[in-house]
């Protein structure tokens, strides 16, 4: 069974910086695309960005562009968000997906494969 499972979140302060991991198992991954996404409280779900297994290629959104960073550990099936200068705004549950349709990612719709999230909090 594919799994995929997020951890790294918590609460931290605004201009503070965190990374939250996303451990994938249960099945083969090469020539997929792993994304983040993140929903605040009351808001639709946001696409942030996503990584090729091979790490060769990255896409990110322009609200989080310069401020986030995805990166991969696939001998370690593990995908990486490093998160800088966050701002109360960034406050909400983060949650990867994996895909082998990049655009399909992207949009966020019948994604193969979600985590459970993991909750962010800034404070101010």
């Known amino acids: 069974q594919v799994q995929l499972v997020e951890s790294g979140g918590g609460l931290v302060q605004a201009g503070d910086s965190l990374r939250l991991s996303c451990a994938a198992s249960g099945g083969a991954f090469s020539g997929y695309y792993l994304g983040w996404f993140r929903q605040a409280p009351g808001k639709e779900r946001e696409f942030i960005g996503f990584i090729s297994w091979s790490g060769g290629t990255t896409y990110y959104a322009d609200s989080v562009k310069g401020r986030f960073t995805i990166s991969i550990d696939n001998a370690k099936n593990t995908v990486f968000l490093q998160m800088s200068s966050l701002k109360p705004e960034d406050t909400a549950v983060y949650y990867c997906?994996?895909?082998?349709?990049?655009?399909?990612?992207?949009?966020?719709?019948?994604?193969?494969?979600w985590g459970q999230g993991t909750q962010v909090t800034v404070s101010s």
């Open positions: 997906a994996a895909d082998r349709n990049f655009s399909t990612l992207r949009a966020g719709r019948r994604v193969d494969y």
